[in-house]
């Protein structure tokens, strides 16, 4: 690990709650994942089960009835509502009138996880830009990914400008993104850093996390005072590119948001006096590069044991040992009175 990266993961520490027992159950994270259609039940599963594995209190899937039936076999962990619909619904539901169901929802969760599982259909498509929109209202963070991310290609005045908005494109993803969205010149450049805080700056200061042989995490902002802030998370993963690792990482950046809320919060005392508090804008990219850490680190210690086998589903089980690698055993924390402490 490099002291950079040591640095930023100290940084990151901060947002991560301290076990109190005068917490109760949803303070520290309420996260919803939409997608999951016919096709594709594992993405959403991956997606919320990291998130819950990492520490989220309660974890929730919005994907298709036929999605429902099949992911509620995998854990009785997650909470799962059948309210999306692919094509033309037989009821004659509308894009508008199935987002209100889900929209309904969002009072009750902190931070949205849009696009594992998610498919090219128009109708849901057309569903999750209402709910992108009605989040955006509600200034709750939506991580992007897989394709969620044709909305922001198509319609990027749905992010535009959100500072609480975080994409996590591939490679593949993120040339579709720069050609869309920047000129042929910017399109063209072959530095990944640079493409990732384009697009950012094109996007009125969006978290930008690039995956790829290195994560790069990227904001841009247009005031003086934030300016353009990059992390380069180098940490070691594992060198089996499976499908479904992606989706670790979404689950991940979900919960170090939620917890970033109940930080901002102050639902603890965030530990030593001399610890710098976090501002909202460095706090989002801090979770973001903590979610990325996480990931790689999974996918390490699961290549480590599995090899060319390796699946998306040997990350969840690594989940708690990355966290602990990179974080710290949670005995660390010291619980007072209702108060917390850092154990020196």
Known sequence: MSPTTREILARARQLVPPMLSSFHKGQLGRIGVIGGSENYTGAPYFSAMASARLGCDLSHVICT?????????????????????????????????????????????????????????DLMQQTVSEVVAAARKASM???????????VQDRPELVQGYPLAVLTPNIVELGRL????????????ENEEQMAVRLSRRLGGVTVVEKGHVDVVAAAYKTEQHGRSVYTCDLAGGR?????????????????????????????????????ALNERESMLLAAFAGSAITRECSRLAFAKRGRSLQASDLTDEVHTAFINLFGEDEEWEDVGGESGLKL
């Not at 720069?178 to 450049?189: N, R, Y």
């Not at 970033?260 to 030593?272: C, I």
Request: aromatic share 4%.
């Open 178 to 189: 720069a050609k869309a969205l920047l000129s042929k010149e910017e399109a063209d450049s």
């Open 65 to 121: 009835p036929a999605a429902a039936a099949v992911i509620k076999t995998y854990s009785p962990n997650l909470m799962v509502h059948p309210l999306l619909r692919e094509g033309q619904p037989d009821t004659g539901d509308d894009a508008q009138s199935i987002s209100q169901r889900v929209i309904d929802l969002l009072p009750r969760l902190h931070v949205l996880v849009i696009g594992p599982g998610l498919g090219r259909d």
């Open 141 to 151: 963070p939506v991580v992007l990914d897989a394709d969620a991310l044709l909305l």
């Open 240 to 276: 089996k590119r499976s499908g479904g690792q992606g989706d670790t990482l979404t689950g991940a950046i979900a919960t170090f948001l939620g917890w970033r809320k109940a930080y901002h919060d102050k639902l603890w005392d965030a530990g030593k006096p001399s610890a710098a």
